[in-house]
């Protein structure tokens, strides 16, 4: 198939460029400048520079695709995820860059579009497993407004006769995932701190398998998939599971109240149970992912970064 992919240089665009070559596909990949570019080569794809809110621009560079995948997004360090300043570029790219990649495809009769969205857009669900049918919920905060905003650009592309699949992912977590090496500096540091009882399940998935699972959902229905692993965790066993990983003490526990000073309006969402089933997409497409939990992730990533930085 020939591919564009929007968002190619990104934590999750690099692997998911490099997989989307090595299954075969003929891929072109957004990189802004000259490094990016070389990047993008590196990984056996074309690069184009184009500007995302460029219309003509847009329809220029996926002219001819089989599929377009949206992929981006600029997600603010830990440290300043209570800006929403910070924020505001990642909303714009789930909103106005969605609707304009969308719009482009409708155009070029473009037959499959595939969006990255977010498991957070979930109500709290206590206990209880949430499959793809589960309420969501904004939570008041601009951040998943966007966020569905941009998922109802792939139900609009599958309306006009594409194929529109949305992917909620679970909380990315990898050797190269900025904010993982971040976590992990601070359990070494002993900073990383419990708000709250830490009894709130939270998804994740290990960015290599967030990657295979994108390649799958070429051959997908439409509709909108889970992809996390296959055993969330209480936030408090996440927790110390990172800092056994990294060798560092246990966290200290913190009381909720502070969540809203240290993480902004995200903490809003960030403190709900969310306990994601990826039944579904398994069903479907036949994904697994190759780390089951981050009991398992945890130990093989803080080895990887160890690896990098010694």
Sequence with gaps: MRIFVAGGTGVLGRPVVRA???????????ARGAEKADLIRRLGAE????DLYDADAIRRSIDGADAVIR??????????????????????????????????????????????????????GGERWLTEDAATDDGGTEILRAALEGEREATRFSAA?????????????GPD????????????????????????????????????????????????????DDTPVTFAEYLRLLA???GARRPRRLPAMLGPLMFGVTWRYLRRSQRVSAARFKAATGW?????????????????VAATTA
């Design 47 to 50: 690069p184009v520079d184009v």
């Design 244 to 246: 056994d990983a990294a």
């Design 71 to 124: 992929l981006t997004t600029k997600i603010p360090s830990l440290l300043k995820m209570r800006s929403a300043v910070a924020w505001r570029e990642t909303n714009r790219l789930r909103t106005t860059g969605a609707r304009l990649l969308v719009d482009a495809a409708i155009a070029e009769r473009i037959p499959s579009y595939i969006h990255e969205s977010v498991v957070f857009v979930y109500a709290d």
């Design 161 to 173: 006769g594409g194929r529109g699949t949305v992917l909620r992912f679970g909380a990315f977590y």
């Design 288 to 304: 697994r992912p190759t780390m089951k939990s981050v009991a398992d992730g945890w130990p093989s990533v803080a080895s990887q």
């Design 20 to 30: 989307l070559v090595e299954a075969g596909h003929r891929v072109r990949s957004t």
């Design 177 to 228: 995932a900025p904010s993982t090496r971040e976590m992990i500096g601070l359990a070494k540091r002993g900073a990383l701190a419990q708000l709250g009882s830490g009894t709130n399940y939270i998804s994740s998935v290990y960015v290599p398998d967030a990657a295979s699972g994108v390649v799958a959902a070429l051959d997908a229905p439409p509709g909108i998939y889970n992809v996390a």
